[in-house]
């Protein structure tokens, strides 16, 4: 093989073969093709300098793109690197590699599938292509990622510039840390790992539609606002003490429920159903006498009640400010294989009033996963728990009366007297 002559300046240029770090390099070939600053198509030959063979690059090339660079057709590479000033633009013709590294300057634009990790500290555009990153993905600060038609991240994100997830679906199966920017005011989050997942970070986390498919669950580590629909597939979202506040157009759907607090702080009117920590759990006033409520809080824990026998586990803690004087039916939900009670036709909502649990007028209806207990006349809030009341302890006693025995002593004395 012939060595090959390359000027880089005062650039040390890092590949499979190390030299010198002098103006002039006299290298052996090395596994690493570069373009040309004036680009072309991959396929093109006249495209790259220093390709093993004057080729094009092969499938376990390394590949550091200088200029604007093309693809007419789906390519494979090993490591990938956009500096800046370069540009890779595959559009619809996917590019497969190990990993790639986007510098400050440089651009992507198109489909990708990445075996490995995305450091982006640049521009990278998936937009109406399909994106797959089956490592992390970095988006550094000043960089900007646009999510593609259909978006995998496989891994963990940590977001320290703009993330735009645009109209469509993303699919997190890592960690999500937002430390700067999200703009998912349209399209739909989806968190489906396979184990626990952590959304949190020091920037905002407000989402369009989100919808939850893990099973192990997703933890909320700081507030978030939802404009849109919650959807569970599978599991729960767990908030902590923070707050999933929901817009006043918000939705919930699925089965599933927001172990936490679940927020709503706008104009509430009648006979509209306000859902709050699952689809079940909801508040619809039936008359508003003068104010409603400045904002509601509902938090779930998914623990016995203390002080109620044959309770499902699960406490509701409604929180309503501002003067307010109305009066609402409240739906709280369950799930029957939670169990807890004797006999689910006897499942009604309680009432924690001054300390004890009070039995309240209300019906259950019990449907599986879809079951919930209502209350109807509720004027205020408290802590509320749902129990089969069958065997109330520990309750207030709502009313007791003694009766007159019906005994005539008269007649009694006379028998006794022969009278």
Not at 179 to 187: A, D, E, K, V
Not at 287 to 299: K, L, R
Not at 357 to 379: H, I
Request: glycine residues 12%.
């Amino acid at each position: 093989m012939r060595n090959k002559v390359f000027s880089l300046g005062t650039m040390v240029f890092l590949a499979s073969l190390f030299v010198l770090t002098q103006s002039t390099i006299n290298a052996a070939p090395l596994a690493i093709c570069i373009s040309t600053v004036g680009g072309g198509d991959w396929a093109n030959a006249g495209t790259w300098q220093f390709c093993t063979g004057s080729n094009p690059p092969a499938t376990t090339d390394d590949v550091y793109i200088q200029g604007p660079v093309t693809l007419a057709a789906t390519q494979t590479a090993a490591n990938v690197t956009v500096s800046n000033g370069g540009s890779l633009n595959p559009g619809a013709n996917t590019l497969t590699a190990n990993s790639m590294i986007i510098d400050a300057g440089g651009l992507f634009t198109g489909s990708l599938t990445l075996n490995g990790n995305l450091t982006n500290n640049g521009s990278f555009n998936g937009s109406g292509q399909t994106v797959i990153i089956n490592g992390t993905t970095s988006v550094g600060g000043g960089a900007t990622f646009t999510a593609g038609s259909s978006t995998t991240l496989v891994g963990a994100l940590t977001n320290n510039g703009t993330f735009n997830c645009g109209g469509s679906t993303v699919a997190f199966q890592g960690n999500l840390t937002n430390n700067n920017t999200l703009n998912c005011g349209s399209g739909t989050c989806n968190l489906n790992g396979d184990s626990v997942q952590n959304v949190g970070g020091s920037g905002t986390l407000a989402f369009n539609n989100l919808t939850l498919t893990n099973a192990a669950g997703v933890v909320l580590n700081k507030d978030a606002t939802l404009n849109g629909t919650l959807t569970f597939t599978n599991g729960d979202l767990n908030t902590g003490s923070n707050i999933l506040n929901l817009a006043s157009g918000a939705t919930v759907a699925g089965t599933g429920d927001v172990v936490g607090n679940v927020k709503r702080t706008h104009a509430f009117s009648t006979a509209t159903n306000y859902q709050f920590n699952s689809q079940y759990t909801l508040i619809n006033f039936s008359v508003i006498t003068t104010t409603a409520p400045s904002d509601i809080t509902i938090n779930l824990a998914k623990s016995t009640p203390g002080g109620l026998a044959n309770a499902v586990p699960r406490t509701y803690s409604v929180t309503a400010n501002g003067a307010y004087s109305a009066a609402a039916t409240l739906q709280l939900h369950y799930k029957s294989a939670e169990g807890g009670f004797t006999t689910e036709a006897n499942l009604r909502p309680w009432k924690q009033v001054a300390g004890r649990w009070a039995l309240q007028p209300g019906s259950v209806t019990a449907a599986g996963n879809a079951s919930f207990v209502s209350a109807t006349g509720v004027t205020s809030f408290s802590n509320w728990a749902i129990s089969d009341s069958g065997a109330p302890t520990a309750v207030t006693l709502s009313s007791f009366k003694a009766n007159t025995p019906s005994f005539d002593l008269d007649a009694w004395l006379g028998n006794l007297f022969g009278r």
